[in-house]
């Protein structure tokens, strides 16, 4: 019998993001620690109502109970990360066009202001987790979230993140959280997949 939860696949080759990310990051920080949250998963879920729901339907079902702490933060992860590579791209970053680039500049000011506050919300998420790019309600906002914590539990839709667990960067960047942050936001972010996030 299949496992219930897989690990989706990457939407570009393992060393598609270098020299910015290092194919020996992807190796690590998605086959085996983004693995390791599906396999975990998949042996929470045995024998339970769990294994037959889909992963965002898990995390909203785990979401804030104590007694299921360890199957929303695998769960959580396994999405958080997928969502992740997919902010990503090859030749991304920059200031974006498009619809997105319109609610950027209603929401925040204009793209710098926005992109100062998003750099600012990944540096001072303390210790591991995420800051988000979401929509709430009309308007864009940046939120960051502690561990496996996601927007969508919250009711806002997530377009973006960046991952600051330190194994998202510490082969390539070591301490230099900062640099991580701006290379991703300036480099890497792949607006297309927000756009497609913000249409829904």
Do not use: C
Not at 50 to 70: E, P, T
Not at 114 to 130: H, L, V, Y
Not at 150 to 160: D, H, M
């Amino acid at each position: 019998m299949s496992a219930p939860f897989s690990l989706p696949a990457l939407p570009y080759a393992d060393n598609a993001l270098e020299p910015l990310i290092s194919a020996n990051t992807i190796s690590f920080h998605y086959g085996k620690h983004h693995k390791a949250y599906v396999d975990n998963l998949n042996k929470l879920a045995e024998g339970k109502d769990i294994a037959q729901m889909s992963l965002v339907d898990v995390i909203k079902h785990s979401a804030g109970k104590a007694d299921m702490v360890g199957v929303f933060n695998n769960a959580a992860q396994i999405w958080n990360h997928t969502f992740y590579w997919n902010s990503l791209k090859p030749n991304g970053g920059g200031k974006p066009g498009g619809t997105i680039g319109a609610m950027i500049d209603k929401s925040f000011g204009d793209y710098d202001k926005f992109k100062a506050e998003f750099a600012n919300a990944a540096m001072t998420q303390f210790g591991s987790g995420w800051a988000w790019l979401v929509k709430d309600g009309d308007a864009l906002k940046v939120v960051k979230t502690p561990n496996a914590e996601v927007p969508f539990t919250k009711g806002q839709t997530p377009l973006l993140t960046i991952d600051v667990w330190e194994h998202a960067y510490y082969i390539d960047y070591q301490n230099l959280r900062a640099k991580y942050v701006e290379t991703l936001i300036d480099k890497l972010m792949n607006w297309e997949f927000a756009e497609k996030n913000l249409a829904g």
